[in-house]
C-alpha cells in the first residue's frame, strides 16, 4: 500500500513539472556581448502561442486534481489509518499492515484496542499472538482481554503446549479459561499429571476444577498408597455424583491411618451420598464410643433380684453405616442379653462372686452385632446391687393366700352349719337346748383360741390381736356367754 501511494505522488510530481515546462518557452534578446540575432518564424510563433493557451488548462486542471488527491490523501490518512498507533506499534516491533487497520475501519473493530492487546502480549513475550486472530474472534464476541491475560499467565507459568486459538475456542465454549488455567497451574506445582483438554471436559461436566485438584493433593500428600489409589478418575466420578470431594477424602485418609480394614473408598463415597456427614459417620470406627446402660433388672433361679450397669464400647462397621441398626438398638440388645444371664444363674452370689463372666457372655453373644452399624469391642461391669428376694415374697404371698382360701372355705362351711341349723330346726331334728349347748361350745373355743392367739386354723395370730376382724368373734363369745349365764340362772 505504501509502494502505490509513492507510485501516485511521484507520478503527479511529474506530471505538474511537464506541464509547466510545456508551459514555458525562453526568447533570447540580444546580448550586448554577443552580435548574434535568432531568428523566430512566424508560424512557430503562433504554434507556440496555441500551445501556450492550451497548456494553461491542463496545468489548470492537473493543480486542481493534485489538491484534490492530496486532501484525499490526508483523510485517507486521519480517518481510516491511526497513524500514532500505527507508530505506536512500529516502535514495539510489532508489525501491522494498513491493509489490516483499513479492514478494522471497515468492520468496526476497534483498531486502539486491538493494537495495544497486541503490544501488551508482544511486550510480555507472547509473541505468537496475530491480528488476524484477534479480529477473528472479536467478532465472535470473545473477550480478548481475558484470554489474551490468560495466555501471558499461562506462558510465564510455563504452561506448555496452549494455544490462542485453543483458548479462544474453550472461551466459546462457556469455559473459564482463568479457572482451567489456574487449575493446571496448580497441578504442575503439585506434580498431578492432567492437561488443559482434561481439564476443560471436567469444567464442561459440572465440575470444579479448582477443588479437584486441591482434593488429588491432599490424597497425594497422604502417602503413596492412597496416592495410588485415589486417581483423577475415581474423584471425578464421585464429584461428578454429587459428593463432597474434601470430605471424603479426608475420612478415607483418616480410615486408613487408624488401619481400619475391610472397606474401600467407595465405602467411604456411598456413605457421603446418602446424605451423611462422612467425617463425622466414621469417627465412632476410629475413636469407639463408650455408652452406659441404665440399670438392669433380672432375677436369678435362688429368687433373688439383682441391678447391674455395664460399659458397652462400641466401635462403628464402614461397611454397614448404611442401613446398619443404630447405636439404641445395639444397646438395647446389651440389656436384653444381660437379664437373660443374670435369668440364667443358679444363684445371686454366683453373679457377685465373678460378674465379668456375665459380662463376657453378653460381649461374645453374636445376635446383639447382626446387620449391626456397631461391633461390640467390651462389655465391663459398672454397678451392680442387689435387690428384693423375690423368692421368699411370692412365697409368703402363696401362704397369705392359702390362709384367705382357707378362711373363705370355713366361712362357707360355717354357712352350710347354719342352713343345717335352720333346717333341723324346721324339721324338729334339734331342739332350743340342744342348739344352745353348741353356741356354748363354740363361744367357749373361740375364747380359748383369743387367749392361745391362733386362729381356727392352729396358726399364731401375733400380729393381729385386737384386730377388726376378730373383734366381732369376742363379741360373739361375750354375747354367747351372757345368754348361757342367763340359761343357767333360768335352769
Not at 473477550?143 to 496452549?162: C, E, F, G, Y
Not at 436384653?336 to 444371664?341: F, G
Not at 370355713?410 to 332350743?432: C, H, P, R, W
Request: hydrophobic share 45%; net charge negative; with cysteine.
Amino acid at each position: 500500500m505504501k509502494r502505490y501511494l509513492l507510485y501516485i505522488v511521484i507520478m503527479l510530481t511529474i506530471l505538474v513539472f511537464s506541464s509547466c515546462d510545456e508551459g514555458t518557452r525562453e526568447v533570447y534578446a540580444p546580448d550586448a556581448n554577443t552580435t548574434e540575432m535568432v531568428e523566430i518564424n512566424d508560424s512557430l510563433i503562433d504554434a507556440d502561442s496555441d500551445a501556450d493557451g492550451v497548456s494553461f488548462w491542463d496545468g489548470f486542471l492537473i493543480l486542481v486534481v493534485t489538491l484534490g488527491l492530496a486532501g484525499l490523501i490526508v483523510w485517507f490518512f486521519i480517518a481510516m489509518v491511526p497513524i500514532k498507533l500505527w507508530f505506536n506499534a512500529k516502535l514495539s516491533k510489532v508489525n501491522i499492515s494498513w491493509l489490516l487497520l483499513i479492514k478494522m475501519r471497515w468492520q468496526n473493530i476497534p483498531q486502539a484496542k486491538l493494537i495495544n492487546l497486541m503490544v501488551t502480549a508482544y511486550n510480555a513475550g507472547l509473541r505468537t499472538l496475530s491480528l488476524p486472530e484477534l479480529m477473528k474472534y472479536y467478532l465472535a464476541k470473545v473477550d480478548l482481554d481475558v484470554v489474551v491475560a490468560t495466555m501471558i499467565r499461562a506462558m510465564a507459568a510455563n504452561v506448555k503446549d496452549i494455544k490462542f486459538d485453543d483458548m479462544a475456542q474453550l472461551y466459546l465454549r462457556k469455559v473459564d479459561v482463568g479457572a482451567i488455567v489456574h487449575a493446571q497451574i496448580n497441578a504442575m506445582n503439585a506434580q498431578i499429571k492432567t492437561s488443559i483438554p482434561e481439564l476443560s471436559e471436567f469444567y464442561l461436566a459440572g465440575g470444579n476444577v479448582g477443588d479437584l485438584i486441591k482434593a488429588k493433593n491432599i490424597a497425594d500428600n497422604a502417602g503413596d498408597d492412597i496416592k495410588a489409589e485415589l486417581d483423577l478418575g475415581r474423584l471425578k466420578k464421585h464429584y461428578l455424583a454429587g459428593g463432597n470431594l474434601k470430605k471424603t477424602i479426608e475420612a478415607y485418609i483418616s480410615a486408613k491411618k487408624a488401619k481400619l480394614t475391610g472397606f474401600e473408598f467407595e465405602d467411604i463415597c456411598k456413605i457421603d451420598l446418602a446424605g451423611m456427614d462422612v467425617v463425622e459417620a466414621i469417627k465412632p470406627a476410629i475413636n469407639p464410643i463408650v455408652v452406659e446402660t441404665d440399670g438392669v433388672r433380672g432375677v436369678a433361679r435362688d429368687g433373688v433380684e439383682l441391678t447391674m450397669k455395664v460399659k458397652v464400647t462400641l466401635r462403628s462397621q464402614i461397611k454397614n453405616i448404611i442401613g446398619g441398626v443404630s447405636a439404641d438398638t445395639v444397646l438395647a440388645r446389651v440389656n436384653e442379653a444381660l437379664a437373660t444371664q443374670i435369668g440364667l444363674a443358679q444363684s445371686h452370689t454366683e453373679i457377685l462372686q465373678n460378674p465379668y463372666l456375665v459380662a463376657d457372655k453378653v460381649e461374645n453373644s453374636a445376635a446383639i452385632s447382626e446387620s449391626s452399624a456397631y461391633e461390640i469391642r467390651s462389655v465391663d461391669v459398672s454397678d451392680i446391687k442387689i435387690g428384693n428376694d423375690v423368692g421368699a415374697s411370692l412365697k409368703v404371698a402363696r401362704a397369705k393366700a392359702q390362709v384367705e382360701a382357707a378362711k373363705a372355705e370355713l366361712l362357707l362351711a360355717e354357712e352350710k352349719v347354719q342352713k343345717a341349723m335352720a333346717s333341723a330346726f324346721l324339721d324338729g331334728n334339734i331342739s332350743v337346748q340342744e342348739y344352745t349347748d353348741i353356741k356354748n361350745k363354740q363361744a367357749d373355743t373361740l375364747m380359748r383360741q383369743s387367749l392361745a392367739n391362733v386362729d381356727v386354723t392352729g396358726h399364731h395370730l401375733s400380729s393381729h390381736i385386737g384386730s377388726p376382724d376378730e373383734s366381732p368373734h369376742v363379741q360373739e363369745t361375750d354375747v354367747v356367754v351372757e345368754k348361757n349365764d342367763d340359761d343357767s340362772k333360768k335352769d
